[in-house]
């Protein structure tokens, strides 16, 4: 009944429309967390969330759960609910499968050849200095990446099965269904509806992708994966090329951190690929370079107008 009921707004409107209903969801998910929680932790499930202690088990698991209603409710669920309002993509092509299968292996080889140039982008970012002006603004960003590695590094913290199956549901297969479909489908879909150009829509796609992870010392290769992303999607018409690709490359996090917490390699997800020689990231460009064509060029007759 409601489906296309919105298809009628401008674009500034129906942008505001997909804020709203983030927020919404975001934080309805997160009072859907509070009370999944309150019967194991009582009334001080909130200040566990505010100032958690990552030394226990138990509390980093509870904010596992927070993290996993939160991609599924705050991003997963409006993405959908604001395409069906709009009534985009209602032949359900979106959905649908790429007809040339290996464009699906590609899009995993293209994320596992890029790593190099990814690390690379990322060594860069590393060395952000704002001017002396902006000093508080570098502390705020420093201390804000500061509590993002330390979540990141209890929730990667774990050498049993069980805990790297909840880790590659909660950061690789979660997050690539729900941020693709909301930063590529929903996202960066009206944005091409609004500029008539898909590589204006790619570009400020990929900076709010960016931006909104808030973490701004590995902005520069995340803005790099949106912007890969978003060619997938628009090259191909299929949501699944850039989810693929997405679970790809936080999965590679994922199993790295797993393996050397194990002892079977020697470095961490954070710093693996990190100081490669200036040759391996050339070779990484070239066969990332190589693997986009291959890409383009099987797409580019089946969806001419999105080239």
């Not at 919404?24 to 009334?43: A, E, K, M, Q």
């Not at 690709?245 to 079977?264: C, D, M, P, Q």
Request: charged fraction near 10%.
């Amino acid at each position: 009944m409601l489906k296309g009921s919105y298809s009628h707004l401008n674009p500034v409107s129906k942008l505001l429309l997909l804020i709203i209903l983030v927020f919404s969801f975001l934080l309805f998910s997160l009072l859907l967390g509070i009370l999944v929680l309150v019967p194991f932790f009582g009334s001080g499930v909130i200040s566990l969330i505010a100032a958690p202690d990552f030394a226990d088990p138990a509390i980093v698991n509870a904010l596992k759960v927070v993290q996993m209603l939160n991609t599924t409710g705050g991003l997963l669920l409006p993405a959908i609910m604001f395409m069906w309002l709009c009534d985009r993509y209602d032949s359900g092509s979106m959905y649908k499968l790429p007809h040339i299968p290996w464009l699906i292996v590609a899009s995993a080889a293209l994320i596992i050849v890029a790593q190099p140039v990814v690390g690379l982008a990322n060594e860069l970012n590393s060395h952000l200095s704002l001017p002396g002006w902006l000093s508080d603004v570098e502390t705020w960003m420093k201390d804000k990446e500061n509590i993002n590695a330390t979540v990141t590094e209890a929730f990667l913290s774990t050498v049993s099965a069980s805990g790297f199956l909840i880790n590659i549901l909660m950061i690789a297969i979660l997050p690539a269904l729900a941020e693709e479909i909301l930063f590529r489908g929903a996202l960066a879909g009206l944005l091409k509806d609004w500029t008539k150009n898909m590589h204006a829509a790619v570009l400020i796609s990929s900076l709010v992708f960016a931006a909104i992870h808030l973490q701004f010392y590995g902005f520069l290769p995340r803005f790099l994966l949106g912007m890969m992303l978003g060619y997938l999607f628009f090259w191909s018409g299929s949501i699944w090329l850039p989810v693929i690709a997405h679970f790809t490359n936080n999965f590679l996090s994922v199993l790295i951190e797993f393996l050397f917490r194990k002892g079977y390699i020697h470095t961490n997800a954070e710093n693996f690929g990190a100081n490669n020689a200036a040759w391996l990231a050339l070779l990484s460009f070239t066969a990332a370079s190589a693997v986009i064509y291959f890409i383009y060029s099987k797409t580019m007759v089946r969806n001419p107008s999105n080239h």
